[in-house]
């Protein structure tokens, strides 16, 4: 069963530009969380989507944005990119099937790991 | 949401069992407790996870106080591939979850 993929693995940007990351999600998983790590700010979450909608949303500006497919498949989006978005960009999935045991566990892919230059 | 506390860093010798407490005093009755770690660099990975009772699987036993004010991780023989950063998650039902900065265990040849 193949894991959660994200691409790119690795990407530079200058100041200004915009970035889309992608997430592919364990096959069966409706759910795809996004999180921000950073070595100050330790792991946080962006934000999670489910049946296309986004659920949850933490405490980031506007200019992360996120959306997913029919397939469950998501992207996110960084506008406008500050130095400070520097950071590796993790994606997860769960199954979301009521509290049964292991259907709200998250399985995180390796990462996207931006830099700002 | 329900905070967890978890001391900052922690060794552990090689071989010996390695015991990560949180304390989790706020913790409501339908919160799970979760617990991740992260190897330097990669995505965080599971471990283990429950509601009240104690717990236990291929990796790791958790240790859930009655009060369900704190839990605790057990590693019963800790090996150098077990360095990692763990995080202890409380969770509500149907809510996302919330990393901490996590415990730092470093296990020592």
């Known amino acids: 069963k193949a894991g959660v993929t994200q691409t790119p693995r690795y990407l530079i940007k200058t100041r200004g530009q915009q970035v889309t990351l992608s997430c592919s999600p364990i096959?069966?998983?409706?759910?795809v969380s996004w999180y921000q790590q950073t070595p100050g700010q330790g792991l946080q979450f962006l934000f999670e989507?489910?049946?296309?909608?986004?659920?949850n949303k933490g405490n980031f500006p506007g200019r992360f944005s996120g959306r997913q497919f029919s397939n469950s498949r998501s992207e996110m989006n960084v506008s406008t990119l500050e130095l400070g978005d520097s950071a590796l960009y993790l994606c997860?999935?769960?199954?979301?099937?009521?509290?049964?045991?292991?259907?709200?566990?998250?399985?995180f892919g390796a990462g996207s790991r931006l830099t700002v230059l | 949401d329900a905070k967890t506390t978890q001391p900052t860093s922690m060794d552990c010798a090689e071989g010996r069992a390695a015991n990560l407490p949180c304390n989790h005093s706020?913790?409501?009755?339908?919160?799970?407790v979760y617990w991740y770690r992260q190897i330097h660099s990669q995505g965080p990975q599971y471990i283990i996870h429950g509601l009240k009772n104690n717990e236990t699987n291929e990796m790791a036993s958790l240790i859930i106080t009655e009060d369900r004010k704190s839990s605790t991780l057990i590693l019963p023989h800790a090996t150098l591939r077990d360095t990692a950063v763990y995080y202890c998650?409380?969770?509500?039902?149907?809510?996302?979850?919330?990393f901490g900065t996590g415990t730092s265990l470093t296990v020592i040849p």
């Open positions: 997860a999935s769960r199954r979301v099937a009521g509290e049964a045991r292991g259907a709200n566990v998250l399985t």
């Open positions: 096959s069966g998983h409706r759910s």
């Open positions: 706020t913790i409501s009755g339908n919160e799970y």
């Open positions: 989507y489910f049946s296309e909608t986004q659920r």
């Open positions: 998650i409380v969770r509500p039902a149907g809510n996302q979850f919330y």
